[in-house]
């Protein structure tokens, strides 16, 4: 058989993965229009040695919001790489603590 689209037989397992969500809880459309996002610089990057899997501290710059902060979980880049980075991030959950520091937004860092 040649390349092409598969037979529609062949896509019955991948739809029905589809419509049980591989198992992961689901959002409706209203849940995802009430989230908002927002372009921001990394300013400051700090050691956090307490935050268990968030190893770091971030201080974002938000043109419309000012400054920012979140414990972003980043295993790939280093302080140094996350430094002036500009970043996506969700800028309207409530606050979460974790162990003394308040992280603000949800950055894709």
Not at 2 to 29: E, N
Not at 85 to 98: E, G, H, K, M
């Amino acid at each position: 058989m040649g390349r092409g689209v598969p037979p529609v037989a062949a896509c019955d397992g991948a739809i029905a993965d589809l419509k049980r969500g591989h198992g992961m809880p689901q959002i409706s459309y209203d849940d995802f229009g009430k989230w908002t996002s927002g372009w921001g610089r990394i300013v400051q990057v700090d050691d956090f040695p307490e935050g268990g899997a968030s190893r770091i501290q971030a201080a974002h710059r938000f043109r419309e919001l000012g400054l920012k902060t979140s414990a972003p979980r980043s295993h790939t880049l280093r302080k140094e790489e996350l430094q002036q980075r500009l970043v996506i991030a969700v800028v309207n959950f409530p606050p979460r603590q974790i162990a003394d520091f308040f992280s603000e937004v949800l950055s894709s860092a």
